[in-house]
């Protein structure tokens, strides 16, 4: 597997024309509610997933399928149109592979959007949420064989949100006289939404919101000692009453904050 990643990075790198010189500053993946970010990044060069060996392709509808490069609010990045997920039947380790290929392309911040059933009952759809910390309940992406060239062993979790990524994150989000909530993001398998006794044990534990993606690709980029900062759109609060949620509802949420999000993040990487 590290032998793919280095091959992975390789391509990519080579694709896109990065070089030494010109490593991206960020990797952000866009997940529901900052798709539209692409419009507001400077391409420089583009790559689709299908385009490269052997990489796992996203089948969830409203994820494109590239990296773009170029520059965002001053900074060089490199962004994830559409990410995979374990649901869609992809080992966990093909999961958190296109974040390690970012990793290693040279960037210091990773920024990983996502969207969450909100728990905590202060919330209402469409609010943001920078995380401050998470429960995983999805595989860890470092079962297997350690590489110890990206990282150790038993890496550290004390932190795996960034605070100071955190209270900039606030900043940014005072002076354009946007509410940023801050919480724990309960990250599970899915595909299926959760069942009211779920949701009341995600609350019991500690969860302030809850979605199927975002804690294996953390994991994966602090093993790689690259700082990170999560943000979650919160698309409905889940009661624990057993109210149906479907899939449009979740991608019409994403749409209504698109603007709010997409402006936050723009600054907020200007003033990495």
Same mark, same amino acid.
């Given at each position: 597997?590290? =032998? ?27 997940g529901s509610g900052l798709g539209a970010l692409t ?9 689709? !997933?299908? =385009? ?37 039947? &992809? ?15 040279g960037i210091g911040t990773l920024i990983v959007s ?46 795996? !949100? ?22 724990? &993001? ?7 939404? =959760? ?70 993040? =723009? ?6």
């Open positions: 597997m590290s =032998e793919r990643i280095r091959n992975t990075t390789s391509f990519i790198r080579n694709r896109l024309g990065i070089n030494a010189s010109a490593s991206p500053e960020a990797g952000i993946v866009l419009e507001r990044i400077d391409t420089i060069a583009a790559l689709s !997933y299908s =385009e490269i060996p052997d990489f796992p392709r996203s089948t969830v509808e409203g994820h494109k399928g590239r990296f773009i490069y170029g520059m965002l609010g001053g900074r060089r990045v490199i962004a994830m149109e559409g990410r995979v997920h374990y649901y869609e039947g &992809y080992p966990i380790r093909e999961v958190v592979l296109p974040v390690q290929a970012m990793c290693d392309l996502n969207a969450a059933g909100g728990l905590n009952p202060g919330f209402a759809a469409g609010d943001m949420m920078a995380i401050e910390d998470h429960i995983n309940l999805i595989p860890n992406p470092l079962i297997g064989p350690n590489d110890p060239e990206a990282g150790v062993r038993f890496p550290d979790m004390s932190e795996p !949100y960034d605070r100071q990524l955190i209270a900039q994150a606030r900043r940014v989000a005072e002076a354009q006289g946007a509410v940023l909530h801050q919480g724990v &993001y309960v990250g599970t398998t899915g595909p299926s939404y =959760e069942t009211p006794a779920e949701v009341r044990y995600f609350r019991q534990i500690g969860g302030d919101a809850v979605g199927m993606s975002t804690t294996p690709e953390v994991i994966a980029a602090r093993h790689r000692r690259v700082r990170v900062f999560g943000l979650s759109l919160i698309t409905n609060v889940l009661t624990g009453t057993g109210v149906k949620l479907t899939h449009d509802e979740v991608i019409a949420a994403g749409r209504e904050a698109t603007p709010r999000m997409c402006a936050l993040v =723009e600054r907020f990487v200007a003033e990495l």
